[in-house]
């Protein structure tokens, strides 16, 4: 008998794990649906679009591009050979494309079916870190082993010269840097930001208040931001002075900035994040379920969110999904939502403890996503709080989930209900 109830403990231990993987698929699934896999390049850094097309490179990939508001990708970089490229714009009618392998700039004028290399008259040791257009000129900021890292062109490529780093700290900028455009101002981002209002003849330091090393710039209106390995930061004076506009951002590793219209749009390596109200608050609209690799890129075209995933293919969500959202301040749950006994039989006790007040509504789904049980539904204060669901009636044996959503947030925990 000993023997028997042995195996029946140890058959419900094995349904309950299985289940709880079979769970977390579908609702993974479910909640993914919002968003879609469109393949693509694995490892995209970098998007560009030129009114007709999206272009996009990757890691290792190449460029690709898409004639269908990146529903499919086809590979267009097969006569540049084994390059690996980083940056990408769009300018006069060409495509730019920047190589990470010491190999310079390429142009393409015929949407990438064929390229020519445009730093015939600079040293080919050129690692291209980022391309920016500003106005009529094109800017690339690269490492020159002993030369300026800044170099610029006024006739679409063909001939670069030389830019100023007067007023730089020239040892903070060789390692890379990102470029950013704010009305008449452009600004440069290394270890700190620096403004130049003369076409990139002379420089001035506008780091004043910024944390960490600035990777993306990002502007709506008046307020310039800046994506950084310290958070979101924002300017509404021309760089002369930032402050912190992380709230809600649970990862303070910014990897890029986009935006559509009055939203704003932050990735981390685990999450994106929206803001509609110029950076005050931020809540994630990452899809729910792990996406292999986490991401490292946004992008708003055509239409469309678009991510780059780290590991993974390119993801796109309509930029409408996104329009006249109420996004609150992010409330963290601390991932304390527990539930005791589980599994259980005819009762089970749900304890959460927000780390901030606010309106909280705890609910029960099956397999199918469909509310079966309301448990609360109003404002919570800080702190542990703890309710009952008990003799849940009319429910057969088998997996649900707990769901608690609370100020933008959302965290769910498997449930096991025995009969």
Not at 244 to 269: K, Q
Request: glycine share 12%; net charge negative; hydrophobic share 35%.
């Amino acid at each position: 008998m000993l023997q028997s109830l042995i195996q029946s403990i140890m058959k419900r231990k094995l349904l309950f794990i299985a289940t709880i993987f079979i769970f977390t698929a579908v609702a993974s699934h479910n909640a993914r649906a919002q968003w879609e896999c469109v393949g693509g390049p694995r490892s995209m850094n970098c998007f560009a679009n030129n009114g007709e097309n999206l272009f996009a490179t990757s890691w290792g990939s190449g460029i690709f591009r898409s004639t269908d508001s990146g529903a499919t990708w086809i590979l267009i970089d097969s006569s540049l050979g084994d390059l690996t490229f980083r940056s990408l714009a769009t300018f006069a009618g060409s495509i730019f494309a920047g190589s990470s392998d010491y190999h310079g700039v390429f142009r393409s004028s015929d949407n990438g079916i064929s390229w020519e290399s445009d730093t015939s008259d600079m040293d080919s040791n050129i690692f291209v870190d980022n391309i920016a257009v500003f106005g009529n000129t094109l800017f690339i900021w690269g490492d020159w082993r002993g030369n300026t890292p800044i170099s610029r062109s006024t006739d679409t490529g063909r001939t670069w010269v030389p830019s100023s780093t007067q007023g730089m700290s020239f040892g903070m900028t060789r390692g890379g840097g990102v470029f950013g455009v704010n009305g008449t101002n452009l600004f440069a981002g290394g270890t700190g930001v620096y403004l130049s209002t003369d076409n990139g003849e002379t420089w001035n330091d506008r780091s004043n208040g910024l944390g960490g090393t600035p990777v993306s710039f990002a502007t709506i209106g008046t307020y310039l931001f800046a994506g950084s390995s310290g958070g979101v930061f924002r300017s509404s004076d021309s760089g002369g002075s930032w402050e912190a506009a992380s709230n809600g951002i649970d990862d303070i590793d910014i990897l890029s900035l986009a935006t559509s219209g009055s939203n704003i749009f932050a990735v981390s390596p685990a999450r994106i994040y929206l803001s509609t109200d110029s950076g005050n608050s931020w809540a994630s609209v990452t899809p729910l379920g792990s996406i292999l690799g986490g991401f490292n890129y946004v992008y708003a075209a055509d239409g469309y969110l678009f991510a780059g995933s780290s590991v993974d293919s390119v993801w796109r969500r309509p930029l409408s999904d996104f329009n006249n959202s109420a996004v609150s301040p992010a409330t963290s749950i601390n991932n304390s939502l527990t539930t005791y006994p589980n599994p259980f039989t005819d009762k089970t006790t749900i304890t959460i403890s927000p780390s901030e007040s606010g309106v909280a509504e705890i609910s029960v789904v099956n397999l199918l996503g469909e509310e079966v049980a309301r448990i609360f539904n109003g404002e919570l204060s800080a702190g542990e709080h703890s309710f009952l669901w008990d003799k849940p009636t009319g429910l057969t044996a088998g997996m649900y989930e707990c769901i608690v959503r609370m100020n933008g947030t959302s965290q769910e925990l498997p449930l096991m209900l025995e009969r």
